[in-house]
């Protein structure tokens, strides 16, 4: 399942990509800011400042899922068994659903149409959510997209079994690997995340000979400061195949994604760093031997 596929994308990978978005997360970021693409399942995203009150929603819906109050629809979330019924629905777009099943076919067709934008160093990149969750259908879009000769590059949180990873690498050209902080503890309670497993699937990338480039969301109140960010550049040097690090600053672009799909925006919201803090950071990875890159 994919939610979204991106185009003249310049920060996801070298030169001009697309970026296919894949649904699904095994980790909670709470600062997220796709939120759309946590759930393995189609949702509902709903926009009542474009709601022209129509009802047409409600006329769609199964029993007990959307009722009316004062005019405008109020969708009752645990109750909605399949979202999809409302794809087509809305005549304003203030319904929307985020979640597709996609064949590989299907998407190559998106992709091709951009091919002329990559020259010689642009390509795909697969994003997410986690596409190492949905192992078979990156392998399969790999090897096809390898069959056109056109470069891939994997943004990846490595939060995934080996087993699921290793089978795609020899179509991968570049690991965009998220090491949002160098403490166990610190990780699994702000995201879920096992950092024992993040490491060791960074170590069998250095064994595989796979290009990597870490990323790093510079997060105020979790691991913005100096002795996190050195920690973190400490991990990613110690690995021969990563030679480039990117610091990417926080924004509360999420916010909106939270409120559309009914949930609370539960990360205290805070100003992204100032551009000197990362400098200060970038100059940190610089003097360690890693090219330092602010926003990807």
């Known amino acids: 399942m994919i939610f979204d596929i991106q185009r003249f994308s310049t920060h996801d990978g070298p030169g001009v990509r697309t970026v296919v978005f894949f649904k699904g997360c095994p980790l909670s970021c709470p600062w997220c800011e796709n939120p759309e693409s946590q759930s393995f399942d189609a949702e509902l995203l709903y926009d009542p400042a474009l709601c022209i009150g129509c009802l047409d929603c409600y006329r769609a819906a199964a029993d007990g899922e959307v009722t009316v109050s004062e005019g405008r629809p109020r969708f009752h979330r645990e109750r909605i068994a399949d979202p999809r019924r409302y794809r087509s629905v809305c005549p304003s777009g203030a319904l929307t659903v985020k979640g597709e099943e996609a064949t590989v076919e299907a998407i190559l067709a998106e992709v091709v149409k951009d091919r002329p934008f990559y020259g010689a160093v642009g390509g795909v990149t697969l994003s997410g959510g986690e596409p190492f ?54 990780l699994r309670e702000a995201t879920g995340a096992r950092l024992s497993l993040v490491l060791k699937n960074l170590a069998l990338l250095e064994e595989a000979r796979v290009p990597t480039a870490i990323r790093v969301p510079v997060v105020p109140g979790f691991n913005d400061s100096e002795g996190e960010i050195r920690a973190i550049i400490e991990r990613a040097r110690r690995h021969a195949n990563v030679r480039e690090i990117h610091f990417l600053p926080y924004h509360t672009l ?43």
Not at 137 to 149: G, I, K, T, V
Not at 255 to 277: I, N, V
């Open 133 to 186: 969750a949905q192992s078979g259908l990156l392998l399969s879009l790999a090897r096809a997209l390898r069959a056109r000769s056109i470069d891939l590059a994997v943004e990846t949180t490595l939060h995934a079994p080996w087993s699921a990873i290793a089978p795609a690498l020899p179509f991968i050209s570049l690991i965009l690997a998220d090491l949002k902080s160098a403490d166990e503890a610190r």
């Open 254 to 296: 999420g916010m909106g994604k939270f409120a559309l799909l009914g949930r609370d925006y539960a990360f205290p919201a805070r100003s992204s760093p100032p551009a000197a803090a990362l400098e200060g950071y970038a100059a940190l990875a610089a003097a360690a031997g890693l090219r330092a890159i602010i926003g990807g």
